[in-house]
């Protein structure tokens, strides 16, 4: 029987946020239908769901660009644009 809906092929992270403070800087990630805001530092997600397999990758994907994610809030808190990260390949 075939998905009247495939699942998508990628995890979109379209933007990050503060939550509150630094200590919840937080992106956020689409896959499909599917919505969910990530914290940069704990890992974890804050808000929303993915799927299982989308939401390790969006994980993964935070823990190894942390440092680059961190310097893109830098750069978007003195108004300058961020810069690309590359995705998860």
């Known amino acids: 029987m075939e998905h009247?809906?495939?699942?998508?092929s990628s995890v979109e992270v379209w933007k990050n946020e503060e939550k509150g403070s630094d200590v919840n800087l937080?992106?956020?990630?689409k896959y499909g239908d599917y919505k969910?805001?990530?914290s940069i530092l704990d890992l974890c997600i804050l808000e929303g769901n993915l799927p299982r397999r989308a939401t390790q990758l969006v994980l993964d994907w935070t823990e190894l660009n942390q440092a680059e994610l961190m310097q893109n809030w830098e750069r978007c808190k003195a108004k300058k644009h961020p810069l690309p990260i590359k995705p998860l390949t």
């Open 4 to 8: 009247a809906n495939p699942p998508p």
């Open 26 to 29: 937080a992106t956020h990630a």
């Open 36 to 38: 969910a805001t990530v």
